[in-house]
Protein backbone atom coordinates (compact mmCIF):
# COMPACT_ATOMS: atom_id res chain seq x y z
CA UNK A 1 0.00 0.00 0.00
CA UNK A 2 1.61 3.23 -0.96
CA UNK A 3 3.41 5.28 2.07
CA UNK A 4 0.46 7.66 3.10
CA UNK A 5 -2.81 6.51 1.95
CA UNK A 6 -6.04 7.46 2.94
CA UNK A 7 -6.89 6.26 6.49
CA UNK A 8 -9.80 4.27 5.25
CA UNK A 9 -7.65 2.34 2.13
CA UNK A 10 -5.27 1.37 5.01
CA UNK A 11 -7.78 -0.32 6.69
CA UNK A 12 -9.57 -2.03 3.46
CA UNK A 13 -12.70 0.72 4.14
CA UNK A 14 -14.33 1.71 0.33
CA UNK A 15 -12.78 5.52 0.56
CA UNK A 16 -16.31 7.50 0.41
CA UNK A 17 -17.98 8.47 -3.15
CA UNK A 18 -17.81 12.04 -3.21
CA UNK A 19 -21.30 13.59 -3.75
CA UNK A 20 -23.23 16.70 -4.26
CA UNK A 21 -26.92 16.80 -3.99
CA UNK A 22 -29.56 19.40 -5.82
CA UNK A 23 -32.02 19.21 -4.57
CA UNK A 24 -35.88 20.87 -4.40
CA UNK A 25 -36.38 20.13 -0.76
CA UNK A 26 -39.53 18.91 -0.69
CA UNK A 27 -40.04 16.13 1.24
CA UNK A 28 -38.40 12.94 -0.73
CA UNK A 29 -35.15 15.33 -0.95
CA UNK A 30 -35.46 15.49 2.40
CA UNK A 31 -35.36 11.69 3.11
CA UNK A 32 -32.19 11.78 0.59
CA UNK A 33 -30.17 14.68 2.62
CA UNK A 34 -30.46 12.61 5.61
CA UNK A 35 -29.40 9.37 3.66
CA UNK A 36 -26.13 11.14 2.18
CA UNK A 37 -25.35 12.53 5.17
CA UNK A 38 -25.41 9.18 7.30
CA UNK A 39 -23.98 6.60 4.77
CA UNK A 40 -19.97 5.83 5.76
CA UNK A 41 -19.32 5.44 1.89
CA UNK A 42 -20.67 8.80 1.23
CA UNK A 43 -19.00 11.78 1.35
CA UNK A 44 -21.62 14.90 1.20
CA UNK A 45 -19.46 16.84 -0.18
CA UNK A 46 -22.21 19.84 -0.63
CA UNK A 47 -25.87 20.42 -1.53
CA UNK A 48 -27.39 22.68 -4.31
CA UNK A 49 -31.19 24.21 -4.24
CA UNK A 50 -33.30 24.87 -6.63
CA UNK A 51 -37.12 25.86 -7.07
CA UNK A 52 -39.14 22.91 -7.71
CA UNK A 53 -41.39 21.45 -5.48
CA UNK A 54 -41.42 24.91 -3.10
CA UNK A 55 -39.94 28.34 -4.03
CA UNK A 56 -36.60 29.07 -3.67
CA UNK A 57 -36.15 30.43 -0.58
CA UNK A 58 -38.37 27.71 0.62
CA UNK A 59 -36.18 25.23 -0.48
CA UNK A 60 -33.25 26.91 1.28
CA UNK A 61 -34.80 26.79 4.45
CA UNK A 62 -35.69 23.21 4.36
CA UNK A 63 -32.56 21.94 3.20
CA UNK A 64 -30.69 24.10 5.66
CA UNK A 65 -32.94 22.56 8.41
CA UNK A 66 -32.84 18.92 7.57
CA UNK A 67 -28.94 19.31 7.17
CA UNK A 68 -29.06 20.58 10.75
CA UNK A 69 -31.25 17.75 12.19
CA UNK A 70 -28.73 15.41 11.28
CA UNK A 71 -25.79 17.13 12.14
CA UNK A 72 -24.36 18.51 9.00
CA UNK A 73 -24.45 21.63 9.56
CA UNK A 74 -20.73 21.44 8.20
CA UNK A 75 -22.03 20.69 4.29
CA UNK A 76 -22.31 24.35 2.25
CA UNK A 77 -25.47 24.86 0.84
CA UNK A 78 -25.95 27.67 -2.18
CA UNK A 79 -28.89 28.57 -3.35
CA UNK A 80 -29.49 28.51 -7.30
CA UNK A 81 -32.37 29.10 -9.90
CA UNK A 82 -35.57 30.47 -8.80
CA UNK A 83 -37.63 29.28 -11.87
CA UNK A 84 -36.92 27.04 -15.15
CA UNK A 85 -35.41 28.24 -17.84
CA UNK A 86 -38.31 28.68 -20.24
CA UNK A 87 -41.07 27.49 -18.20
CA UNK A 88 -42.42 29.43 -15.63
CA UNK A 89 -42.43 28.66 -11.56
CA UNK A 90 -44.54 26.49 -10.42
CA UNK A 91 -44.51 24.25 -7.23
CA UNK A 92 -45.52 20.74 -6.20
CA UNK A 93 -47.84 21.73 -2.85
CA UNK A 94 -50.39 19.58 -3.46
CA UNK A 95 -47.61 16.72 -2.61
CA UNK A 96 -45.41 18.30 -0.55
CA UNK A 97 -47.14 21.02 1.65
CA UNK A 98 -46.95 24.27 1.10
CA UNK A 99 -43.76 25.01 3.12
CA UNK A 100 -42.65 21.85 1.08
CA UNK A 101 -41.84 19.99 4.56
CA UNK A 102 -45.56 18.70 4.69
CA UNK A 103 -45.82 20.89 7.57
CA UNK A 104 -43.34 19.40 9.86
CA UNK A 105 -41.93 21.63 12.30
CA UNK A 106 -37.99 21.45 12.36
CA UNK A 107 -35.63 23.86 14.23
CA UNK A 108 -34.04 26.09 12.60
CA UNK A 109 -30.46 26.32 11.07
CA UNK A 110 -27.98 28.25 12.92
CA UNK A 111 -26.09 29.28 9.63
CA UNK A 112 -26.93 31.31 6.31
CA UNK A 113 -26.75 29.41 2.79
CA UNK A 114 -23.34 30.20 1.19
CA UNK A 115 -23.01 33.97 -0.18
CA UNK A 116 -21.97 32.34 -4.11
CA UNK A 117 -24.83 31.49 -6.30
CA UNK A 118 -24.87 28.23 -7.04
CA UNK A 119 -23.47 28.27 -10.69
CA UNK A 120 -20.07 30.23 -9.03
CA UNK A 121 -20.63 27.76 -6.03
CA UNK A 122 -20.62 24.49 -7.74
CA UNK A 123 -18.02 25.63 -10.44
CA UNK A 124 -15.37 26.10 -7.27
CA UNK A 125 -16.35 23.28 -5.37
CA UNK A 126 -16.61 21.05 -8.27
CA UNK A 127 -12.91 21.81 -9.79
CA UNK A 128 -11.03 22.08 -6.17
CA UNK A 129 -11.93 19.05 -5.31
CA UNK A 130 -9.22 16.50 -5.40
CA UNK A 131 -11.23 13.62 -7.26
CA UNK A 132 -14.13 13.47 -9.86
CA UNK A 133 -17.55 13.83 -7.70
CA UNK A 134 -20.74 12.47 -8.51
CA UNK A 135 -23.67 15.12 -8.90
CA UNK A 136 -26.79 13.82 -8.33
CA UNK A 137 -29.66 15.76 -9.42
CA UNK A 138 -32.98 14.97 -7.25
CA UNK A 139 -34.84 17.87 -8.75
CA UNK A 140 -35.31 20.20 -12.30
CA UNK A 141 -31.81 20.59 -13.72
CA UNK A 142 -31.95 24.24 -13.79
CA UNK A 143 -28.63 24.95 -11.75
CA UNK A 144 -26.71 21.90 -13.66
CA UNK A 145 -27.78 23.31 -17.23
CA UNK A 146 -26.85 26.57 -16.30
CA UNK A 147 -23.44 25.29 -14.52
CA UNK A 148 -23.09 23.17 -17.87
CA UNK A 149 -23.68 26.37 -20.23
CA UNK A 150 -21.37 28.89 -18.55
CA UNK A 151 -18.58 26.74 -17.16
CA UNK A 152 -18.62 23.40 -19.47
CA UNK A 153 -14.75 22.42 -18.35
CA UNK A 154 -16.84 21.04 -14.51
CA UNK A 155 -17.11 18.25 -16.71
CA UNK A 156 -13.55 17.50 -16.26
CA UNK A 157 -13.75 16.56 -12.42
CA UNK A 158 -17.34 15.21 -13.00
CA UNK A 159 -17.37 11.68 -12.57
CA UNK A 160 -20.91 10.89 -13.76
CA UNK A 161 -24.60 12.74 -12.94
CA UNK A 162 -26.99 10.44 -11.37
CA UNK A 163 -30.39 11.92 -12.32
CA UNK A 164 -33.75 11.23 -10.59
CA UNK A 165 -35.95 12.11 -13.37
CA UNK A 166 -38.02 10.97 -16.58
CA UNK A 167 -39.67 7.76 -16.92
CA UNK A 168 -39.37 4.60 -19.24
CA UNK A 169 -42.80 4.49 -18.50
CA UNK A 170 -45.81 6.63 -17.73
CA UNK A 171 -45.58 10.01 -15.97
CA UNK A 172 -46.43 11.54 -12.85
CA UNK A 173 -46.99 15.25 -13.72
CA UNK A 174 -48.73 15.05 -16.94
CA UNK A 175 -49.29 11.11 -18.22
CA UNK A 176 -46.01 10.90 -20.20
CA UNK A 177 -43.56 13.50 -17.98
CA UNK A 178 -41.94 12.94 -14.41
CA UNK A 179 -42.27 16.19 -12.26
CA UNK A 180 -38.31 17.14 -12.43
CA UNK A 181 -37.89 17.18 -16.37
CA UNK A 182 -41.25 18.27 -17.04
CA UNK A 183 -40.86 21.27 -14.73
CA UNK A 184 -37.51 22.09 -16.90
CA UNK A 185 -37.29 19.99 -20.07
CA UNK A 186 -35.10 22.10 -21.77
CA UNK A 187 -32.35 22.05 -18.73
CA UNK A 188 -32.45 17.62 -18.90
CA UNK A 189 -32.02 18.26 -22.72
CA UNK A 190 -28.88 20.20 -21.92
CA UNK A 191 -27.58 17.85 -19.20
CA UNK A 192 -28.78 14.87 -21.44
CA UNK A 193 -26.28 17.00 -24.29
CA UNK A 194 -23.81 17.28 -22.39
CA UNK A 195 -21.10 14.54 -22.49
CA UNK A 196 -20.95 13.64 -19.10
CA UNK A 197 -22.25 9.61 -17.97
CA UNK A 198 -25.61 9.89 -17.31
CA UNK A 199 -27.28 7.38 -14.99
CA UNK A 200 -31.03 7.81 -14.57
CA UNK A 201 -33.41 6.92 -11.78
CA UNK A 202 -36.27 7.69 -13.34
CA UNK A 203 -40.11 6.76 -12.43
CA UNK A 204 -40.16 3.19 -13.12
CA UNK A 205 -37.61 2.36 -9.94
CA UNK A 206 -38.45 5.63 -8.09
CA UNK A 207 -42.31 4.24 -7.64
CA UNK A 208 -41.03 1.07 -6.34
CA UNK A 209 -40.06 1.54 -3.01
CA UNK A 210 -41.87 2.12 -0.08
CA UNK A 211 -42.09 1.54 3.92
CA UNK A 212 -45.15 -0.03 4.98
CA UNK A 213 -46.94 2.24 7.14
CA UNK A 214 -46.96 0.39 11.03
CA UNK A 215 -42.73 0.92 10.02
CA UNK A 216 -43.26 4.80 9.49
CA UNK A 217 -45.89 5.01 12.45
CA UNK A 218 -42.83 2.98 14.48
CA UNK A 219 -40.57 5.58 13.42
CA UNK A 220 -42.78 8.59 14.51
CA UNK A 221 -42.82 7.34 17.67
CA UNK A 222 -38.90 7.20 18.32
CA UNK A 223 -37.07 8.84 20.49
CA UNK A 224 -34.43 8.94 18.04
CA UNK A 225 -35.11 12.57 16.23
CA UNK A 226 -33.64 11.95 13.15
CA UNK A 227 -35.66 8.20 13.43
CA UNK A 228 -38.87 10.42 14.15
CA UNK A 229 -38.46 12.89 11.10
CA UNK A 230 -37.88 10.04 8.39
CA UNK A 231 -40.83 8.52 10.19
CA UNK A 232 -43.18 11.88 9.67
CA UNK A 233 -41.53 12.45 6.25
CA UNK A 234 -42.08 8.90 5.03
CA UNK A 235 -45.72 8.83 7.19
CA UNK A 236 -46.62 12.24 4.46
CA UNK A 237 -50.17 11.73 2.83
CA UNK A 238 -50.82 12.87 -1.04
CA UNK A 239 -54.01 13.58 -2.02
CA UNK A 240 -55.82 10.94 -4.24
CA UNK A 241 -57.00 11.25 -8.14
CA UNK A 242 -59.74 13.14 -6.86
CA UNK A 243 -58.60 14.85 -4.11
CA UNK A 244 -60.75 13.52 -1.69
CA UNK A 245 -58.68 11.15 -0.14
CA UNK A 246 -55.03 11.15 1.69
CA UNK A 247 -53.32 8.37 0.47
CA UNK A 248 -50.42 6.86 1.90
CA UNK A 249 -47.63 5.89 -0.18
CA UNK A 250 -44.57 5.66 2.22
CA UNK A 251 -42.00 6.51 -1.00
CA UNK A 252 -38.50 6.98 -0.03
CA UNK A 253 -38.52 8.92 -3.73
CA UNK A 254 -35.50 10.71 -3.90
CA UNK A 255 -33.61 8.80 -1.49
CA UNK A 256 -33.83 5.63 -3.24
CA UNK A 257 -31.58 7.05 -6.16
CA UNK A 258 -28.99 8.26 -3.83
CA UNK A 259 -29.45 4.67 -2.10
CA UNK A 260 -28.51 3.15 -5.98
CA UNK A 261 -24.65 4.82 -5.59
CA UNK A 262 -23.89 2.39 -2.84
CA UNK A 263 -26.00 -0.77 -3.86
CA UNK A 264 -25.75 -0.25 -7.40
CA UNK A 265 -26.31 -4.51 -8.01
CA UNK A 266 -29.73 -3.81 -6.61
CA UNK A 267 -31.11 -2.27 -9.29
CA UNK A 268 -31.13 -3.75 -13.16
CA UNK A 269 -30.18 -1.38 -15.90
CA UNK A 270 -29.43 -0.83 -19.88
CA UNK A 271 -27.61 1.62 -21.58
CA UNK A 272 -30.54 2.81 -23.63
CA UNK A 273 -30.76 5.83 -26.53
CA UNK A 274 -32.76 8.64 -24.73
CA UNK A 275 -34.00 12.17 -25.59
CA UNK A 276 -36.50 14.66 -24.06
CA UNK A 277 -39.50 15.74 -25.93
CA UNK A 278 -39.81 19.85 -26.08
CA UNK A 279 -43.20 20.12 -27.72
CA UNK A 280 -46.70 19.24 -27.35
CA UNK A 281 -48.42 16.92 -25.06
CA UNK A 282 -45.53 15.18 -24.78
CA UNK A 283 -43.41 18.30 -23.71
CA UNK A 284 -40.75 17.19 -20.61
CA UNK A 285 -41.37 12.87 -21.80
CA UNK A 286 -37.86 11.30 -21.63
CA UNK A 287 -38.31 8.74 -24.53
CA UNK A 288 -36.53 5.72 -23.98
CA UNK A 289 -35.42 3.87 -26.60
CA UNK A 290 -36.10 0.12 -26.02
CA UNK A 291 -36.60 -1.46 -29.60
CA UNK A 292 -34.71 -4.20 -30.84
CA UNK A 293 -33.88 -2.55 -33.94
CA UNK A 294 -33.14 1.39 -34.64
CA UNK A 295 -37.19 0.87 -36.59
CA UNK A 296 -37.77 3.64 -39.33
CA UNK A 297 -35.91 6.91 -37.51
CA UNK A 298 -32.70 5.46 -39.66
CA UNK A 299 -34.35 6.17 -42.75
CA UNK A 300 -36.38 9.01 -42.23
CA UNK A 301 -33.52 11.05 -40.50
CA UNK A 302 -35.06 11.17 -37.05
CA UNK A 303 -32.49 9.04 -35.85
CA UNK A 304 -30.71 12.12 -34.50
CA UNK A 305 -31.08 13.85 -30.82
CA UNK A 306 -30.63 10.24 -28.81
CA UNK A 307 -28.41 10.21 -25.62
CA UNK A 308 -26.82 7.18 -24.29
CA UNK A 309 -28.08 6.86 -20.59
CA UNK A 310 -28.00 4.17 -18.41
CA UNK A 311 -31.80 3.74 -17.34
CA UNK A 312 -32.48 2.13 -14.45
CA UNK A 313 -35.24 -0.41 -15.21
CA UNK A 314 -35.67 -2.82 -12.42
CA UNK A 315 -35.16 -2.58 -8.47
CA UNK A 316 -35.35 -4.71 -5.61
CA UNK A 317 -37.02 -2.48 -3.46
CA UNK A 318 -37.04 -4.46 -0.07
CA UNK A 319 -33.12 -4.28 -0.25
CA UNK A 320 -33.23 -0.54 -0.96
CA UNK A 321 -35.92 0.35 1.85
CA UNK A 322 -34.35 -1.48 4.10
CA UNK A 323 -30.70 0.24 3.16
CA UNK A 324 -32.04 3.43 3.77
CA UNK A 325 -33.72 2.61 6.80
CA UNK A 326 -30.73 0.70 8.04
CA UNK A 327 -29.06 4.00 7.23
CA UNK A 328 -30.70 6.69 9.00
CA UNK A 329 -31.71 4.89 11.66
CA UNK A 330 -28.32 3.60 13.09
CA UNK A 331 -26.31 6.58 11.64
CA UNK A 332 -22.26 6.02 11.50
O1 LIG B 1 -41.19 13.19 -9.85
C1 LIG B 1 -40.60 13.07 -8.59
C2 LIG B 1 -39.61 14.18 -8.35
O2 LIG B 1 -40.27 15.44 -8.35
C3 LIG B 1 -38.92 14.09 -6.98
O3 LIG B 1 -37.61 14.59 -7.08
C4 LIG B 1 -39.74 15.00 -6.12
O4 LIG B 1 -38.99 15.53 -5.01
C5 LIG B 1 -40.09 16.09 -7.09
O5 LIG B 1 -38.97 16.98 -7.16
CA1 LIG C 1 -36.90 16.40 -5.58
Known amino acids: MAIGAPA ?28 AASHPELDLVAVSCVAGNASLPLVVDNTLRVLHAVGADHVPVAAGAQRPLIEPARDAGHVHGGDGLAGIQLPPAERAAEPEVAVEFLRRTILAHPEPVTLVTLAPQTNIALLLRTYPEVTENIARVVFMGGAAGA ?23 SGVPLYMYGLDV ?39 ESVYLGHIGDAGAVCSIVAPDALRTEHLPVRVELAGYGRGQTIVDRRQFPGEDLFHGLADGWVDVEVALEI ?17
Open 8 to 35: ALRQNVPVPIPVILDVDTGVDDALALLF
Open 171 to 193: GNATAVAEFNVWHDPEAAAIVLD
Open 206 to 244: FERVSVPQEVALELVASADPVSSLVGQLVNHRIRDRDGA
Open 316 to 332: DDERIANLFLDTVTKRR
